[in-house]
């Protein structure tokens, strides 16, 4: 009974999580990279539902909505000029990002979009590492050491570059935090 009971609740909060990744909310955000699809309808489309959506949901880059649709039609047909004809997002910020006065709004709206696959893909995999460092050890030890091991096994071909005796060099170095007893 022990085994079904931790099945049923081990299922259940994979729904939860699927539930959560792939609301409703979550979905209507990643229809704005239709506008950057040179197959879809909305192709720099100024009149794309999702992208006044887009715009409130990110309001803290204070995207101006009235200056980023202008510049769509602007920005198809300098891509159009340049005989671009199957762009990716790579390739409009490359031609865009050459005149970054004239795009500025729709070169910030795409920096966002660039970096929300990316953001998504981290979240997961610092999930995943922390079964990696899962143990006994894990769960007796503080948060903030949690917290930095996860960085680091999150980050490791950041970490494989430092230099552990240069590290323990500098930490050598710091101020002597041990008191005497007497």
Do not use: W
């Not at 990279?33 to 990110?58: A, G, R």
């Amino acid at each position: 009974m022990y085994g079904f009971n931790f099945t049923l609740a081990n299922n259940f909060r994979f729904v939860q999580q699927l539930e959560t990744r792939f609301s409703e909310k979550n979905q209507e955000l990643f229809k704005i990279f239709q506008i950057f699809d040179y197959t879809s309808l909305y192709y720099f489309n100024p009149k794309c539902p999702s992208l006044e959506f887009f715009i409130d949901h990110y309001k803290y880059f204070e995207i101006n909505k009235i200056k980023v649709k202008s510049e769509f039609s602007s920005a198809k047909a300098l891509l159009e000029h340049k005989h671009i004809l199957r762009p990716d997002l790579e390739m409009i910020v490359d031609v865009l990002i050459e005149l970054p006065s004239s795009f500025s709004e729709t070169i910030k709206l795409m920096h966002i979009i660039k970096t929300l696959p990316i953001s998504t893909a981290s979240n997961e995999r610092f999930f995943s590492s922390m079964k990696n460092v899962k143990s006994y050890i894990r769960t007796s030890m503080g948060d903030e050491r949690l917290s930095d091991l996860m960085i680091i096994n999150v980050e490791k071909d950041e970490a494989n570059k430092i230099d552990l005796n240069k590290a323990v060099d500098d930490f050598g170095k710091m101020k002597n935090r041990r008191y005497p007893l007497f």
